[in-house]
């Protein structure tokens, strides 16, 4: 089971870009990196997913260095609204992985 | 709005009581995975279901079982409740293929145990 390990939580001003990194050392050759965010009593959402290298959404920015034993969450010019728990898992479902959640990152977004 | 629903949103019982906490996955999706968050504990894996079979099972205590029906929709059942089992319920659930570790959360459901 790959586990993860980020900050516990990050401040940021509104406007600003904010990087959160998760470390996975132990990944397995078949997982994916998946991001999520949840806002306080909401179930987490998902925000954005990889395999390698660097993946872009509307909402964020996934980036993977070669080796794979890390993972930069990366968002652009953060709202108030942006304020959340942000998780970051390895796994595959379609091996049966159980999901590894961890306590995420707390982002606090200063006006 | 994800899809998945989950009821009941509330529940408050005794220690010592068993209650059923019930999820219907999106349409389409096979996967029903149940999560258990408490203040403490973070988001803890529980169970994950595809199309009626157990698939992998995490820190799931024995007073604890699920199920899936042939409809799709699970219910996990918490027995000999205790206090410590107060916590916010999840259930998600993922549709075959496709993006691989996409869940899609209902709205939980919190169980308070007295």
């Known amino acids: 089971l790959a586990k993860t390990t980020q900050p516990i939580s990050m401040d940021s001003y509104e406007g600003q870009e904010v990087n959160i990194t998760c470390s996975h050392n132990n990944i397995a050759t078949n997982d994916y990196i998946t991001w999520y965010q949840q806002f306080p009593s909401q179930g987490p959402r998902f925000i954005i997913q990889?395999?390698?290298t660097k993946v872009t959404n509307e909402v964020a920015s996934l980036f993977i260095p070669a080796d794979r034993k890390s993972s930069t969450l990366s968002l652009p010019r953060v709202s108030l609204s942006d304020t959340a728990v942000y998780y970051c898992l390895v796994g595959d479902s379609n091996t049966g992985n159980q999901f590894y959640f961890g306590t995420g990152t707390s982002l606090t977004v200063i006006p | 709005d994800s899809g998945v629903t989950q009821t009941p949103k509330h529940l408050i019982t005794a220690t010592g009581q068993r209650v059923t906490l019930r999820c219907s996955p999106r349409?389409?999706?096979?996967?029903v995975y149940w999560y258990q968050q408490s203040l403490d504990q973070g988001l803890q894996f529980l169970i994950h279901y595809y199309n009626g079979e157990e698939r992998a099972k995490g820190n799931i205590l024995e007073r604890f079982s699920a199920q899936q029906f042939p409809d799709l929709h699970s219910e996990l059942n918490l027995s000999s409740l205790e206090l410590g089992d107060s916590a916010l319920y999840f259930c998600?659930?993922?549709?075959?293929?496709?993006?691989?570790?996409?869940?899609?959360f209902g709205p939980g459901t919190r169980l308070t145990v007295l």
């Open positions: 990889g395999y390698k």
């Open positions: 998600a659930s993922s549709p075959p293929g496709q993006v691989i570790n996409e869940q899609f």
């Open positions: 349409s389409g999706d096979l996967s």
